[in-house]
């Protein structure tokens, strides 16, 4: 992207100069409730789907199910298998079919229009996946839940979606079964790893000749909601169009698969950083998932020592977790690490690199575009930087104005390209998020001269004490690095003589025990490996931090003090 710094905020690319107009396509919805609650076209952002021939090429109806899941078998796919769990293996075929009858179960018997949500509850599971694939074969819009939600949070996201159907498995329908009768029409029905619930039944009876609902490729095919970090998430929409945009983005130019590989991790469906990385991406390509229903580091490390994984997506405190777990463990088949979520510290990249040989991928996406848009892999890795924007998208960093500012200059970042906000129903933080055509995704970036972008903070992480700017995540790499440090979060909290504190909440490795002289040697520590005035005043042992079910540090309640 050329850096012009015109004094004058960025402006939004018109048709004209490489924007694309919303479609005119009719919609293949009945249901307009996902259209009618789009924002107004004048808060959108700008989407770019001229950047690369692979965006320009998609059609305009298009069922991303069908483009994934048909396009596999006509490739030739179909005994291939595609999702591994629970010391099973369901082929191309298996899913394909299986999600045709569920599409079949989902019109004929359970009475959906196209443009109806589906809310799924279920852990990472083949039949969960399929069910997936269903809801947009039939013209539904998937609404995806964390597993972990409890029936209050999911009827949170059943009455924002206006959802009246649920697909649940039956190990977690006690809470599905709740929030759905909380709503007038709502009801859910179970499908079970043993195939005893009622959805099996009624899959096994349907035929499997469901046709694809005829969708226009921007009609919304899910919403996600964002984890919560700073409170009650908010309902993202994404249409089919976006599903393949992020398929032929960040994998094919920075990832780079095969069709050999096998794909594994811990993000839950409900997390789009794990709806790409275990499901869309293996399916593009031709490769396989290995499916946790648990995504604890240690699940995730036997995982890959027994599944061969050779392409693993994780957290980076996964990864930190993982490293202490390596001795005695073969991992020999990995070759792709992709880290995100949160920041990725140096020393966790350092660590990993050093026990396994392997520099982990980093990456910044975000449930607002769906996928990574900033990322770098192999020698284009600069430890401690995200990356370069991911071919397909633009971005660059601005001050509060709009206006772009210097490279080596801390400001908000800004991106746009195929994907982008559209939050359910919600104008205000619409506007908050999207300006003058870009999304501004919360963060602090600097852009070095080169092109590369170096996390700071969230925006509204950046703590201003005595005058200087200091970044949370910075303090916190450098706790990371003292040997009695297990995790930790950094933050600022009100000071009437500096404006902030610095205040660090740190949880020890097992066997150390807290203490003010253990505080004071990592205020020492933090003064010996970054600017003095950055280390943090105050330090709080705990036990935990506050964590959304993504794995995301909950920042603000370390803030209110919980």
Sequence with gaps: MRVTHDPAPLAPTGVGSGGSAPSAEPSGHVDGFCRDRLPPRALWPVLR???????????????????????????????????????????????????RRVARVLVDAL??????????????????????????????????????????????????????????????????????????????????PDGSGALDALVRRASDDAPACDTAADDVALVAFTSGTTGEGKGTMHTHRDVLAVCDCFPPHVLRPTPDDVFGGTPPFAFTFGLGGLVLFPVRIGASAVLLEQGSPAALLDAIERERVTVTFTAPTAYRAMAGLLAGRDVGALRRCVSAGEPLPRSTFELWRSLTGIPIIDGIGATELLHIFISAADDDIRPGSTGRVVPGYEACVVDAAGREVPRGTVGRLAVRGPTGCRYLDDPARQRAYVQHGWNLTGDSYVQDADGWFWYQARTDDLIVSAGYNIAGPEVESALLQHEAVQECGVVGVPDAERGQLVKAYVVLRPGVQPGPELARALQEHVKRTIAPYKYPRAVAFVDALPRTATGKLQRFRLREGT
């Design 49 to 99: 789907h001229d950047l690369l021939p692979a965006l320009a090429a998609h059609p305009p109806r298009l069922n991303a199910a069908v483009a994934l899941l048909d396009a596999a078998l006509a490739a030739g796919w179909g005994d291939r298998p595609l999702f591994r769990a629970g010391g099973e293996t369901w082929s191309y075929a298996r899913v394909a079919e299986t999600s």
């Design 111 to 192: 009475g959906l229009v196209p443009g109806n949500r589906v809310l799924l509850r279920a852990p990472n599971t083949p039949m969960h996946a399929a069910c997936w694939f269903a809801v947009l074969r039939a013209g539904g819009v998937a609404v995806c839940t964390m597993p972990l939600l409890r029936a209050r949070e999911l009827a949170y996201v059943a009455d924002r979606a206006a959802v009246d159907l649920a697909l649940c498995d039956a190990r977690l329908a006690e809470a599905c079964e709740a929030a759905m009768g909380s709503r007038p029409a709502g009801r859910s029905i179970c499908f079970a």
